[in-house]
């Protein structure tokens, strides 16, 4: 009865989804089209599916990445204030293209010495992150439970750490809880200090692809007329990289409170915010997902981490105690993790990137704060369940299980070995 129920909660979530195209879901609510830098959607988290009898969660094994933060680089700020600071002085700026240097440069005075830190809500997003965590597994972080919170060196991760561990400490003083964020961890926490800097010649080579799908995609005309009166001010790539500059700072301001009755997308078409948004869902794909332009290999960027994740669940699985790894640092770590996991369809391999859109959606993926939680479960036999959340929606992996959506650890185990024994020629 619990598999029948279970699968008929699955399909009516597909049939749910299905039924709401990203074309809807973009025109809904505005903020979907900034990819990456959605905010973590916190509203409407589902009811998760009771424990099966005899099974107590014990141990989370989990990888989270920060939360909102200022756009990475000042120069994604600085550049196009920059350009329209010429046209000002040119004389050829709009009512609306003043309107917006004024706007763009209260933007970048806000965002001074800024570049990549957490913002306001994204030390917020893991604050709530961690109650929920605390809440919907009590057994784990009962008592003395042990805690070992480790980060990337990057500030705003360990921001992000340290929201969550001190939320979990005011809900549980007696918790003993670790933090560290070194470069001994790097190779698998981080990206570019391990066996994923080898991955980097490959990504170098599909940025070439998204890049050149920006260049043949991105139609300025109509957007720059608004904010020009003369648009030839411009050639067509300095307007395309206008354009796709204020799109990100658009999107980006949702991260922070500040900003919350600042709106951007008013200059964009309902259109021209669908196709900017299918660009940059290409390009995440291309660049750290499973596909076939990068022959199915960048998953295996977090081969340490998933390594990692296998050998301390099972450390904590012997040691018979209660507790969590918690892990926080880059969505460019959590998608090729959650690929190379093969979790719910992150995992899609397609060469049709025309129609990339209708199956994998970058918002539902990688918003900020996205994260991943293997919870384990254990009965007085000593039987070991797991189950993964995604973004805390109960997920699907890649072996048989009759207990859906838990699965048997040694199975898991077992797959997860065998795929990262895969040897991987990086230089092909």
């Known amino acids: 009865m619990r598999r029948l129920y279970s699968l008929i909660i699955a399909a009516a979530a597909c049939v749910a989804a299905m039924a709401i195209t ?37 141990y989370i094994d989990h990888y989270g990445r920060h939360g909102s933060r200022w756009l990475s680089r000042a120069s ?12 000002h002085h040119d004389g050829v700026l709009t009512e609306q293209g003043e309107r917006l240097l004024t706007t763009l440069q209260n933007v970048l005075a806000a965002s001074t ?21 605390f809440k919907n597994f009590p057994t784990v972080f009962a008592g003395d439970a042990v805690i ?4 990337t060196v990057v500030i705003r991760c360990i921001l992000s ?3 969550a561990t001190t939320t979990l400490r005011s809900l549980n003083p007696n918790l003993r809880i670790t933090t560290d964020a070194s470069y001994h961890d790097m190779y698998y926490m981080g990206y570019g200090h391990g066996e994923d800097t080898l991955a980097n010649k490959v990504s170098a080579r599909t940025k070439l692809i998204s890049d050149s799908l920006y260049a043949a995609h991105v139609q300025p005309e109509r957007f720059i007329k608004q904010i020009y009166t003369h648009p030839d001010h411009l050639d067509l790539s300095a307007a395309q990289r206008l354009m796709r500059d204020i799109f990100d700072i658009a999107g980006s301001l949702q991260g922070h409170h500040a900003f919350d009755n600042l709106d951007l997308f008013h200059l964009f078409t309902g259109d021209e915010i669908f196709e900017m948004w299918r660009l940059k869902n290409i390009e995440w794909y291309l660049y750290r997902a499973n596909s076939q332009a990068s022959d199915n290999r960048m998953p295996f960027a977090a081969r ?46 397609t060469s049709d990137l025309d129609n990339l859109h209708n199956e994998w959606q970058s918002y539902d993926i990688i918003p900020k704060a996205c994260n991943i939680q293997m919870v384990f479960y254990r009965n007085a036999a000593g039987d070991i369940l797991v189950k993964a959340l995604y973004n805390e929606h109960e997920a699907q992996l890649p072996v048989e299980t009759d207990m859906a959506p838990y699965y048997h650890w040694n199975d898991l185990k077992a797959y997860y070995k065998k795929k990262l024994a ?7």
Request: with cysteine; net charge negative; aromatic share 4%.
């Open 22 to 58: 990203p074309q809807e879901k973009i025109a809904a609510r505005l903020q979907h089209s900034a990819s990456n830098h959605c905010i973590y959607p916190e509203d409407n988290l589902p009811q998760l599916s009771p424990a099966p009898a005899g099974y107590e969660a014990f």
């Open 161 to 163: 750490m340290q929201n």
């Open 304 to 349: 340490a981490l998933a390594l990692d994740m296998v050998e301390k669940a099972d450390a904590a699985i012997a040691a018979g105690k209660r507790g969590a790894d918690l892990r926080f640092g880059h969505e460019s770590v959590v998608l090729p993790l959650a690929c190379l996991l093969e979790i719910d369809n992150i995992n899609l391999s």
């Open 148 to 151: 070992d919170a480790r980060s």
């Open 422 to 428: 895969t040897p991987i020629d990086w230089d092909k």
């Open 76 to 87: 994604a700020y600085q550049r196009p204030v920059d350009v329209l600071r010429k046209a």
């Open 113 to 133: 010495n800024r570049a990549g830190e957490l913002s306001d809500k994204g030390a917020e997003q893991h604050q709530h992150i961690a109650e929920r965590m």
